[in-house]
């Protein structure tokens, strides 16, 4: 969507930063160099009438956000999980964001469920509330499923949202070229992978249908976790713009007083938060990546309810045995081994000093396990471990910085439900669990039979594909006399695959 709008839009985002005064604080986050800061100035500051005036109780970044709207509010939450990017500072400032904006009416959410779901909403739906929380992107209301009596929470994006995020969205695609354009320095920032990044972000929270499906999946991996419970999803009763889910009656996390009033054990329920965090990080791959206080709930017999899954994230197995062996090594103060794991993983190039590396994560670590037990954190360990991390060459790596963001997130909700938790305490036996059960012999031996499992499915073809492989070896034999066949990459690969499948298929006939 191109067009003049691109251009006001930036005009008119550029007077709202010089206005609240957060154009010094946003140039400075990203480390602006000379030429962007005066073109981002000759932008904004002439135009300053023009800006909007925000919220003067906020800090300047949080204020100049919310005054710009809905797909502002977005980025400035997604942002917030980028440190790496705008810096801790700010981040923690975006963290501050909240969406909450008014209600669009009761009538159009109704419209927009009969023409999604091709129903009558009040032949199927009875009850059918206001509005009972609204925020950027969609609001939700309080239903009963008239032929079951159950009820229901329904979600309703807002009308028109799809396009006005889309018109923001390619606001910031220009303003992200034009920073490369105007400032070459500043492409170590990556500014068209951060916008794409949150463009990604943006159409998967404006199509429903992928935040059900993170539902039921996150449902049905944490069915057998005692004291957790995630609503139910109703599939016929959810669309692209319609979600449908059992309503979760209970309090408030963030209402301490109430959950006091209710007799729950508070230093239970803060363990338990981090504990099931843990466990769906590390055993599933699959965890809840915006697990603040809101979002979760204390039924009236004390399991704690998830809500809202737009934003999940996910770790493949291999960065998980990584990131429990880089705790696991921390835990036991074990530094030169943590060192050794980002050299294994490839996360720090391998010109680099091990022995020095190990020196500094031992400064990263000391400091922190000399702490009292109320003030030792994970989230601080590993947002250290980054920076140090970054010293010795180690790229960014999103799916760390949104598990470490998520981290401080949970650490939060843990020690406003029992201040003197001890975090490490309570994720040592997670973590040794984990360790115990996926490396290690037993785990090698999974490995293997998962190895011939996928080798087996190749099994017609693999003559096929050993004697095509040969033939094309035997062609660039010719043209490079001097190599020998077998040290060609794909052929050492095929002798390797089946001497695996060989090894392991033995193993199992014992």
Do not use: C
């Not at 449908?244 to 301490?256: F, K, P, R, Y």
């Amino acid at each position: 969507m191109r067009g003049p709008h691109n251009i006001w839009r930036l005009i008119r985002t550029g007077a709202t930063l010089e206005r609240t005064g957060a154009m010094t604080v946003v140039l400075d986050a990203f480390g602006a160099p000379r030429s962007l800061r005066i073109a981002a100035r000759a932008l904004g500051w002439p135009f300053k009438w023009l800006g909007y005036k925000g919220d003067p109780n906020l800090p300047p970044a949080t204020r100049a956000i919310t005054a710009l709207g809905p797909a502002y509010i977005k980025f400035g939450q997604v942002l917030s999980t980028r440190p790496d990017v705008v810096g801790s500072e700010v981040a923690l400032q975006l963290r501050m964001l909240q969406d909450k904006l008014p209600p669009f009416p009761r009538n159009e959410a109704l419209a927009t469920i009969r023409a999604e779901l091709e129903i009558d909403p009040e032949a199927v739906f009875e009850d059918f509330s206001e509005p009972v929380a609204a925020a950027s992107i969609a609001q939700v209301h309080h239903a009963r499923i008239r032929e079951t009596g159950q009820e229901v929470a329904v979600k309703v994006l807002r009308p028109g949202i799809e396009r006005a995020f889309r018109k923001d969205v390619d606001a910031f695609y220009l303003a992200a070229r034009l920073a490369s354009l105007l400032a070459p320095g500043a492409r170590r920032l990556r500014p068209m992978d951060v916008i794409r990044h949150f463009d990604g972000v943006v159409r998967g929270e404006l199509d429903l249908r992928l935040e059900t499906s993170s539902s039921a999946e996150f449902s049905a991996n944490t069915q057998k976790d005692e004291g957790f419970r995630v609503p139910q999803v109703h599939w016929f009763l959810s669309s692209r713009r319609v979600m449908t889910l059992e309503w979760a009656d209970g309090i408030s996390a963030n209402d301490i007083e109430a959950i006091e009033a209710a007799g729950h054990d508070r230093k239970a329920l803060g363990e338990r938060v981090l504990r099931l965090f843990l466990s769906h990080a590390l055993r599933d791959g699959f965890f809840h990546a915006d697990m603040h206080q809101g979002n979760l709930k204390i039924a009236r017999n004390g399991d704690i309810v998830a809500l809202d899954f737009g934003i999940m994230g996910r770790l493949d197995a291999y960065t998980r045995r990584v990131y429990a062996e880089i705790l696991f090594g921390f835990i036991r103060k074990d530094y030169h081994r943590v060192a050794e794991v980002h050299f294994e993983a490839g996360y720090v190039p391998p010109d680099r000093d091990v022995d020095e590396f190990a020196r500094a994560l031992r400064a990263v670590g000391e400091p922190i396990f000399g702490m009292d037990a109320t003030r030792i954190s994970m989230g601080r360990l590993l947002h250290y471990l980054f920076e140090v991390t970054e010293r010795f060459g180690m790229e960014t790596r999103t799916e760390l910085i949104l598990l470490q963001r998520t981290m401080v997130v949970v650490e939060g909700v843990s020690r406003s439900l029992y201040p003197q938790i001890n975090i490490w305490e309570v994720a040592q036996p997670i973590v040794e669990d984990y360790i115990r059960d996926n490396i290690g012999p037993k785990s090698f031996l999974r490995d293997l039979t998962r190895t011939a499992i996928v080798l087996a499915r190749f099994g017609p073809r693999l003559p096929q594909l050993a004697q095509k492989a040969l033939v094309e070896q035997d062609f660039e034999v010719e043209v490079e006399p001097k190599q020998s066949l077998y040290s060609r990459p794909l052929v050492a690969a095929l002798l390797s695959s089946g001497f695996t499948a060989l090894l392991v298929l033995g193993i199992l006939s014992i």
